[in-house]
C-alpha cells in the first residue's frame, strides 16, 4: 500500500510491532477485513484508539516465548 493511500480509521486495527510481525498476523486473523496499523509501543496504540486513528487496538497479554505482558 503506498503512503498517499487513504486508510479509512472506522477500518483500521492498531498494533504494537511492524507490519509482518506476529502481532499484524494476530489481527490480520482476528479482523481480516481491517487495515492494520503499525505502531511503536503499547501506549502508541492506546492513543491511536483515543485519537480516532484507529477503530481498534490488539494489545497481547501472553507470549507463547517469553509469558505475562506486562
Not at 28 to 47: G, I, K, N, W
Request: net charge negative; hydrophobic share 45%; aromatic share 6%.
Amino acid at each position: 500500500m503506498s503512503s498517499a493511500t487513504v486508510i479509512d480509521p472506522e477500518n483500521t486495527i492498531a498494533f504494537m510491532g511492524v507490519e509482518g510481525a506476529n502481532a499484524d498476523l494476530a489481527c490480520r486473523q482476528a479482523a481480516p477485513y481491517m487495515h492494520t496499523l503499525p505502531c511503536p509501543s503499547f501506549e502508541d496504540v492506546f492513543a491511536a484508539v483515543s485519537e480516532k486513528r484507529a477503530a481498534l487496538g490488539m494489545i497481547p497479554v501472553e507470549n507463547s516465548q517469553a509469558g505475562r505482558v506486562a
